[in-house]
């Protein structure tokens, strides 16, 4: 590890003394059945936008990923959403147009990534920018209050003006 990366006395891990919040403070794992998305898709809205771990340079929260310079230039510098082939052809939608992508809670700004990757009917964004969040919902896992913000509605339109300066 390069010296100098981390800070031991002002950065801690959590649970790094082996004490859990807990009545025993031992760890416990809770197991809940599956539920259904919170927001599903409807004609304003038509695709199911899904986030996660955008690459291998993006890990977690990027509380140690973000401090590698190495890991910084491999990760991707804007935001991007994956799109299927005949999601994007229905909307016009070219590889790297810039989109909007719309929720009912904001709108950003993204560079379109065709790919099968991702079914017809859904995308997908990194959760690590930060613009991500702007769309989602702001639901908790309510054991251990981590952010659920895997899915929720959008809709993508191809951005034309900023297409034709930026090409």
């Not at 993006?58 to 990923?65: I, L």
């Not at 690590?128 to 908790?140: E, G, I, K, R």
């Amino acid at each position: 590890m390069p010296t100098g990366s981390e800070n031991p006395a002002t950065e801690r891990r959590l649970f790094e003394d082996g004490v859990f919040f807990t009545k025993t403070g031992r760890a416990r794992f809770v197991f809940d059945a599956p539920v259904p998305m919170l927001e599903l898709v409807n004609k304003k809205f038509p695709l199911m936008l899904l986030t996660g771990r955008g690459s291998s340079s993006q890990w977690h929260t990027e509380t140690r990923t973000a401090k590698s310079a190495v890991l910084q230039k491999l990760a991707p510098r804007v935001p991007y959403i994956e799109i299927d082939p005949d999601d994007a052809q229905a909307l016009g939608i070219g590889p790297t147009d810039w989109v909007r992508v719309t929720s009912q809670r904001g709108s950003i700004e993204a560079r379109a990534q065709i790919t099968r990757v991702v079914a017809r009917g859904q995308c997908f964004m990194p959760m690590h920018f930060p613009d991500t969040n702007v769309l989602t919902l702001a639901s908790f896992d309510p054991h251990s209050r981590q952010p659920a913000y895997k899915g929720c509605a959008v809709k993508v339109e191809k951005l034309k003006d900023r297409n034709a300066v930026l090409g």
